[in-house]
């Protein structure tokens, strides 16, 4: 065989051409961009406007009942959260803290007859209007919806633990293992979490979806009242309004949207 | 060139080796490991068609993932005009209700570990 570099190269430019043009069709069919892709119909979103969910909580309706765990066991049950040996493990959606925990600031030692320092209080998370773990989120897995809800996307959270640190009130609570043999009867409509990632309440999101009251609420309508804060026709909005309201940790500049107040 | 009789047959025998795969697969072998997924379901169709499904089922979602948790936004509008809830367990293994024959058949075939398991409930597993 003999060849001239001319030819060579010549024979080189042709080959690369060919090369390029023959296997253009091969890439397109190994293309994820076919068109049945754009099959995929999804409606835009279309976010709930001028909405802004909150609670409020009759500290006085939980005295009558002493012991009673109706809106926590109704929680629990419905989003699956484990109950792990270990106090430390405990998972928390929605439970009841002494009194002189919730608000340190209204603690003292004259407080009228009705609310002790050990009094149990409700206390879940407060979807705050500024809240500062979905500040210090780093991967965003922790989120403010448009309609108030403070979410958590657990296929993004990758457990570092910061929103923990950034809740000033304990709302978030850590799974060290896995969850599912913990969870004393797995309600299938809901899913359970995994190891390493952070929970707490949802208000409920996956049931406002479908038009009912958050599970606490439908357990206990007469000590948890929750709706429209920006509705003035609503009954949340007619207890704020006549009621004296205490907030946990206002100073903080959270802006809580769980308040608490007493029935006269 | 020197030795072009050597070189040839080399190259030769090297090329029908690295094509191995090719034209064994291409000699009939090629379906004797396929999986073979089963579905159970007495629905005659699929919220999208069957190759889409087979192609795309995992974009789909992870866009049903995004739209239901980031979005709000529950209702799957497909592409012949039917709604349907945007659930894993709800939806999808209420007809594949087998998910060891028909998940795992081809997961485990081609390899593929997706997590939603470790979350996602599978009915007859909780029961």
């Known amino acids: ?264 | 060139m020197y030795d072009t009789g050597k070189i040839v047959t080399g190259l030769v025998i090297f090329l029908v080796l690295i094509s191995f795969p090719i034209w064994f697969n291409a000699a009939g072998n090629a379906s004797a490991n396929l999986p073979e997924p089963e579905i159970v379901t007495d629905e005659e169709q699929c919220i999208e068609d069957t190759e889409f499904m087979k192609a795309e089922h995992m974009d789909l979602l992870i866009d049903w993932r995004q739209t239901v948790v980031r979005d709000g936004i529950r209702t799957y509008v497909a592409s012949d005009g039917r709604a349907f809830n945007m659930s894993l367990t709800g939806t999808c293994l209420s007809c594949h209700s087998n998910k060891e024959e028909f998940c795992d058949e081809c997961h485990n075939s081609v390899g593929a570990q997706p997590n939603c398991w470790n979350c996602h409930n599978i009915p007859e597993e909780t029961e």
């Open chain 1, 1 to 264: 065989m003999d060849t001239s570099r001319r030819n060579f190269l010549k024979l080189l430019g042709i080959a690369a051409f060919g090369f390029s043009v023959a296997t253009r069709p091969v890439l397109n069919l190994l293309s994820r961009n076919n068109p049945a892709r754009a099959a995929i119909g999804i409606e835009p979103t279309v976010p709930l406007a001028g909405k802004k969910w909150g609670m409020a909580i009759d500290i006085t309706a939980c005295l009558d009942k002493e012991n009673c765990t109706a809106c926590i066991d109704a929680c629990h049950t419905v989003h699956n959260v484990p109950v792990y040996p270990n106090q430390h493990d405990e998972i928390k959606w929605i439970w009841r803290a002494p009194y002189k925990d919730v608000f340190p600031e209204a603690e003292h030692a004259f407080k009228e007859a009705t609310v002790k320092s050990d009094t149990p209080v409700t206390v879940l998370c407060n979807h705050c209007t500024e809240p500062p773990c979905t500040v210090v989120c780093p991967t965003r897995a922790t989120w403010k919806r448009e309609d108030g809800i403070v979410m958590i996307d657990y296929h993004r959270c990758i457990g570092c633990r910061y929103c923990m640190a950034g809740c000033p009130y304990g709302a978030r609570s850590f799974n060290w293992f896995d969850p599912r043999p913990y969870v004393p009867e797995i309600n299938e409509d809901f899913p359970t979490r995994t190891r390493g990632v952070v929970e707490k309440c949802n208000f409920c999101a996956e049931r406002l979806a479908r038009g009912q009251q958050p599970a606490c609420v439908e357990a206990c309508p007469e000590a948890l009242i929750f709706g429209d804060l920006e509705d003035p026709n609503s009954e949340i909005n007619e207890i704020l309004r006549t009621h004296h309201i205490i907030q946990r940790l206002p100073e903080l500049g959270t802006g809580p949207n769980v308040f608490y107040f007493t029935r006269d």
